[in-house]
C-alpha cells in the first residue's frame, strides 16, 4: 500500500515538472520573440480583437504556474491552473479547427511545428495527466475526493471552455463589425494560375463575358484585346467605328455581357454596339459631362460629374428614354474639403445586383446604391482614415485647384463581385510586418450583405510593377501590373462567402 501511494507520489511529482518544462519554456519562447507571438495572435481567428492584452497575459500566466508547481504549499492550485490553462488551448484548437471562418498559418510557440490535429492530441493528453494528477494529489493529502475531482475538475474544465467561446464571440463581433484596424489572413485563399505579358503598360480591364476577359488600350482607342480562360488564348479585336470630328480625349470600353460602350466624359458621349461584330450602331444622346462612368444597360448609366456647387464631384444617373435625362443625388458623396479631391474616388457596378459601389480614395469609407442611385448604406473599411489627409492649393483668384502635396491615398483600387467588396488598401494594419507590405499588394475583403469585414489576403509583386487595377469573377481574380496580367483562382474560403455562407 505504502508503494503504491509513492508510485502515485512520483507520477504526480513528474507530471508537475512536465508542466513546469513546457510552460517556461513556451513562456520564455514568447517572451523572446515576443513581436512574432503578438502578430501571430493578431491573426487568430479567435484572438484578434484582443491580441495586445493576451500577448503579455498568457506568458506570464504560464510563469505563475510554473512557480506554483514547483512549491508544494502551492502544488494544488497550481495543477488546477494547469489543467484549466491546457483545457483553454484545446478548446481553442477545437474551435479554430471546426467553427473558425479559417485556419491560421501555424499554433506559433513551442509546437509551431506541429499541424493543428496533433497540437490538439498533445493537449488533450497533458489535460488528462493534470486531471490524473489533481486525483491522487489531493488523495495524498487526504483532502475530500467529492470536492477535488468530482467539482473542482468538471467546474474548471466548463469555466474554461465557457471562458474561450465567450472570448471567440466578442472577438468576431469586434472583428467583423467593429475592426481595431487588425487583419485577418487565412492560409491561401487564392492560388496562382497564370500570367502573361502583354508587352505595354497601357492596358486596362474592360470587362468579362463568356469566360473572356477584355482589355482596353488607352494609347489604341480603338484596339481590344479578349483573353480566354487560363490566359491561354488571346485574340485582337478592332472596334469598327467613323468616329468624324467628335474631340476625343480619354476614351474608354466597357464591355457588358453581348454589348460593348465607347464612352468619353470630355466630350462627352457614349456609343454602344455588339460584341458579335464589334462595330458602333447606336449613340445615347444628351449625356452630360462625366469623369467616371459604368454602363447599367444600353439605355442608361450611372456617372460621376463635376455638375455639382463649386465643381464639386455628384454621382448621377442618365436615362435615355424619349426624352433624355440625367438625375443627380448630391446627398452621397459627402464633402469634407473641397469637394473634388476629397470625394475623389473608385466607381463600380454590379450588373447581375443592379448596385454600384463608390469607394473613396483618401478616406476609409464607401458608399453602397441601387442602380437608381437610392443609398443602401455607408460602409467603413478597417483602417482608421476617417478624415482625408490632403492639401489642396487655390489658384488663379480660386478658379482652380490642385494637390498641394502628395496625397495619403487609403483605397487604391476597387472590385465587386457578387456580395463581396474587394478593395486594394495602402495603410498598413496592426500587427503586420514591413516585408509584407515591400512584397505584396493586400486586398481587403468585404461582405455588402451583411455589412461586415471578412478577410485579406497578398497579390505578391511581380519585381517592380505597379498594380493597376482588380477584376474578380465568381471563380477567378485577375490583378493587371503594368504590362502583367496575373490569374488566380479563389480557393474555398472565398467562395463560401461569395455565396454568403
Known sequence: ?????????????????????????????????????????????????????????????????ALALMLPKFRSVGLLGAFTLMTMFSVYIFIILHYSSFVPCSCGGILEKMTWNVHLIFNIIFVLLAALAIGWHAKENRKKRSISTVVTIPLSAVSGTLAIIAL????????QYKNPFIRRYPQHPITLINSIDLQFNSYYIAGYTRNKLYLGNYTAPLHMIAIGPGLKTREIIEIAFEPKKIPFKSVRIAVRDSVFYLMDGSVPVVFTGSTKNWKVNSQLKGVPYFTLAEPIDTTS???RSNNSKKASHVLGVYK????????????????????????????VFDPKKQRMVYV?????????????????????????????????????????????????????????????????????????????????????????????????????????????????????????????LVMYELRTVLKKEMKGN
Not at 520573440?33 to 500577448?55: C, H, T
Not at 471567440?168 to 472583428?175: A, Q
Not at 442602380?371 to 488663379?396: C, F, H, M, P, S
Not at 455589412?451 to 482588380?470: E, N, P, T
Request: glycine share 4%; with cysteine.
Open 168 to 175: 471567440f464571440l466578442f472577438s468576431e463581433d469586434i472583428m
Open 320 to 347: 435615355k428614354n424619349r426624352n433624355p435625362k440625367s438625375s443627380y443625388n448630391p446627398s452621397l458623396l459627402k464633402q469634407q474639403i473641397d469637394g473634388i479631391f476629397d470625394t475623389d474616388g473608385l466607381l
Open 1 to 65: 500500500m505504502e508503494s503504491k501511494v509513492s508510485l502515485k507520489s512520483i507520477i504526480v511529482e513528474i507530471i508537475c515538472y512536465l508542466y513546469v518544462l513546457l510552460f517556461v519554456y513556451a513562456a520564455v519562447s514568447k517572451i523572446l520573440d515576443f513581436e512574432n507571438f503578438r502578430v501571430q495572435l493578431g491573426q487568430s481567428p479567435l484572438l484578434s480583437a484582443f491580441a495586445v492584452g493576451v500577448a503579455w497575459l498568457v506568458p506570464a500566466i504560464e510563469l505563475l504556474i
Open 360 to 484: 473613396y480614395y483618401y478616406r476609409n469609407e464607401f458608399i453602397v446604391a441601387d442602380k437608381e442611385l437610392a443609398l443602401k448604406y455607408r460602409g467603413r473599411t478597417i483602417d482608421t482614415i476617417t478624415q482625408a489627409k490632403i492639401k489642396v492649393a487655390y489658384l488663379n483668384k480660386n478658379t482652380s485647384r490642385k494637390m498641394a502635396a502628395p496625397p495619403l491615398t487609403v483605397n487604391a483600387h476597387a472590385a465587386l463581385c457578387e456580395n463581396l467588396l474587394w478593395v486594394h488598401s495602402n495603410i498598413q494594419g496592426q500587427f503586420e510586418e514591413e516585408q509584407l507590405w515591400k512584397n505584396a499588394y493586400i486586398i481587403d475583403v468585404y461582405d455588402l450583405k451583411k455589412h461586415r469585414y471578412v478577410l485579406s489576403f497578398a497579390i505578391y509583386k511581380v519585381g517592380d510593377k505597379k498594380l493597376r487595377a482588380l477584376y474578380v469573377t465568381p471563380s477567378h481574380l485577375y490583378a493587371l501590373m503594368d504590362n502583367e
Open 301 to 303: 448609366i450611372l456617372f
